[in-house]
């Protein structure tokens, strides 16, 4: 079936940490038509970035068919800029190299390319319905859930990177 016979995805994300790096966690609202769907989820200790972007990833590796028109609302300018301004065609042609984190950009990509993805930057915390839920659900999934006694698994990826920049002396954030 055509992305026109189909209906446009609105995907509302955000991203958090307590401390950065610290607890952090995502939120997303997808909305197709009439339905809408929320996610969450948090880690023990990550960066804001990880969560912005991996946010968006959790959002798009929900979508259910391939081709998809799904139109992108996040108050992250690092992700936003990433795709819009070119940053991210230019991170892959150089190999991901000096490229924080390189994990998740490239799990991003082979999610993105699956779909026609259009991306627009929500100023945060400006009253915008859906960026204030995305908000509520990333700080809950992670500061909220370690407040609550919650353990949260850690960030597989950000745990590598960061042993690697040790290694290397090179910032991880």
Known sequence: ???MDRPTIYLYTDGSSSGNPGPGGYGVILRCGSLEKEMSGGFSCTTNNRMELLAVITGLEAIRWQHAKVEVFSDSSYVVKAV????LAGWERKRWKK???????QRFLAVYRLHDVTFHWLKGHAG??????CDRLAVNAGA????????LPPDEGFESLKAE??????DFK
Do not use: C, F, S
Request: glycine fraction near 12%.
């Open 84 to 87: 819009n301004e070119g940053w």
């Open 99 to 105: 490229v924080k984190n390189p994990d998740l950009w």
């Open 165 to 170: 920049a040790e290694g290397n002396l090179i």
């Open 128 to 133: 915008h319905p859906e960026n204030e839920r």
């Open 144 to 151: 909220g859930a370690v407040a609550a006694g919650i353990q």
């Open 1 to 3: 079936m055509e992305t």
